[in-house]
């Protein structure tokens, strides 16, 4: 019978995977990087990263100047960026 | 069916989410209906475009249309069309019509005897000033439409009065050339939040003013913990829902020396407040209350 170590980061499997990934952690941090859109503000051209669950509508700020802008996607999923209406006087519940 | 239980698929369904802003509640709103596994059509009102002499059916807009606009009269509007093409919203045209302007809501809760603050409106700042002195200061002064405690100012003395009034009268908008005044209610620093679905209070929450401030909007940083839910803050809040027409609303009240008085009724509510305080999935008893509806 085969005895398999109790202790799961004894087991050989998961030294491999520790390894992998040691080995190729530029790789694996470039693509989790690509996966996050990135949008150009139109104020101050900082770079302004999309968070991964944005959804339609949603509002993001540029981390530079602060100027607030609401997301869109159009029909290749791309993101655009347009200048946030500003609170108006009827806004509210 | 406990909170944030899923239901059985319910592919047919259709709803309808008309926003103009994706704020917390919206997105929450969104995750519970895929969670339980509804049809949700996103609108973004900023796109619509209504042509007034065509006919926009459930196979468009959904079986029914959860408005979440966060401009009043954008929402209103686009409710008033849908609904006239027989569609069914949630709130409908009439609540949020009167939850959207505080003295027509003030109306419909005296008219249900709804206790409510001492309430009087004048259109012209010379009247204003007369009504104080009569009543006295300090009271409070709202803009008729609006929300987050913007613009409401206590009115300390008659110098500050004719200061806010001239102010009003300088900023142009002809909502505030309507004085909407109240007595200052002697409460502790908060208020109860009741939030109403039908005929069911659903959570109650306090919302307390931040230090050295007096007003309890969570948007200008109220802190909110839970609040028990008794028989008579309960009674109020269903008869000042069933006052303004019903559906999910958000009953603000005050705890005055004579017992609860509700101050506003709001339409479009938010409630990342409320779930925090409380642990309930807001957003999952909105969409169940929209399938009961439904069902109906």
Redesign the interface.
Known sequence: MVSYPTKFWKRKSFKLIVLYAFKNHKKILQVESQNRMKCRCSECDSEITIPKDAVEGEIVTCPDCGLEFELSFDKDGKCNLKIAEIVGEDWGE | MKTGESEKPSLAKKLSIV????RWE??AL?KAARRKRIQTN?I?AKNICFDLNARYDAEAYGDVVLQRC?????GLHITAVLERNGLQVVNSFDTSLVC?NKLFTSLALAKAKVPTPETYVTFTPEAALDVLDKIGYPAVIK?V????G?LVSPIKDRATAEAILEHREQMG?S?LQIHYIQEMVKRPPRDIRMIVMGDEVVVAIYRSAPADTWRTNV?LGATTTKCPITHQLEEIALKAARAVGGGVL?VDSMESPNGPVVHEV?????FRGAAAATGVDIAARIIDHLLNILKK
Not at chain 2, 19 to 22: E, I, L, P, Q, V
Not at chain 2, 266 to 270: A, C, G, L
């Open positions: 926003f103009d802003r994706t919206e997105k969104i996103l973004d966060i401009s009043y009269f954008r959207g803009p439409i609006g929300s987050w913007r908008s909502l948007a958000a709001n339409s479009t509510i938010e």
